[in-house]
T-cell receptor, first 112, second 118 residues
Framework: GESVGLHLPTLSVQEGDNSIINCAYS??????FIWYKQESGKGPQFIID?????DKRQGQRVTVLLNKTVKHLSLQIAATQPGDSAVYFC???????????FGAGTRLFVKA | GAVVSQHPSRVICKSGTSVKIECRSL??????MFWYRQFPKQSLMLMAT?????????EQGVEKDKFLINHASLTLSTLTVTSAHPEDSSFYIC??????????????FGPGTRLLVL
């Protein structure tokens, strides 16, 4: 199957600092990208999305950057809070297939 | 906002039995639902796309005779794990796409079902 993951990489940050989570996607035909947050034992929660005709999009405390040249996506979280501790997944979708494929994920730990 | 529910939230069964998991869109209609499986410390792996009124589309490597999917209405899809074995123990998550939308954040995820096969 697609997006078979290894053990999750971990990012540890101090409360109040900014966090940057990176993701490499695989399909150059993907035209829509989403970041999800998943807390333990729960389903993914939508954070922010971006279409392939954009390279940056900002939300509340979050910014997504897209670099199509190197197929790289990043999520920036400003003033990280303990409640931001979770696993973060990037996901890619191509409109022709309507499937959403998840990346490997990153576990974010926020130290108080 | 739109809500997707799953039932049961967790289930323990004996090896060789079958288990049915329900995925419901509570306040919207979904022609398409997706089933994912997630092993501990791993990402979500798409198993199949469930289409209302037609056969499900399975991803490569997923046995369609073992993971039976039925999308009988615009608000309900079921996943049946037949003859379950311990290696089927996992976290099963469904998502539903809102009717009439193309690609957007309107793919809503359920809370997941934890399956443990003894």
């Amino acid at each position: 199957g697609e997006s078979v993951g290894l053990h999750l990489p971990t990012l540890s940050v101090q409360e109040g600092d900014n966090s940057i989570i990176n993701c490499a996607y695989s399909n150059s035909a993907s035209d829509y990208f989403i970041w999800y947050k998943q807390e333990s034992g729960k389903g993914p929660q939508f954070i922010i999305d971006i279409r392939s005709n954009m390279d940056k999009r900002q939300g509340q405390r979050v910014t997504v950057l897209l670099n199509k040249t190197v197929k790289h996506l990043s999520l920036q979280i400003a003033a990280t809070q303990p409640g931001d501790s979770a696993v973060y997944f990037c996901a890619e979708t191509y409109t022709g297939g309507f499937k959403t494929i998840f990346g490997a994920g990153t576990r974010l730990f926020v130290k108080a | 906002g739109a809500v997707v529910s799953q039932h049961p939230s967790r289930v323990i069964c004996k090896s060789g039995t079958s288990v049915k998991i329900e995925c419901r869109s509570l306040d919207f209609q979904a022609t398409t639902m997706f089933w994912y499986r997630q092993f501990p410390k791993q990402s979500l792996m798409l198993m199949a796309t469930s289409n209302e009124g037609s056969k499900a589309t399975y991803e490569q490597g997923v046995e369609k005779d073992k993971f039976l999917i039925n999308h009988a209405s615009l608000t309900l899809s079921t996943l049946t794990v037949t003859s379950a074995h311990p290696e089927d123990s996992s976290f099963y998550i469904c998502s539903a796409r809102d009717l009439g939308t193309s690609v957007s954040e309107t793919q809503y995820f359920g809370p997941g079902t934890r399956l443990l096969v003894l």
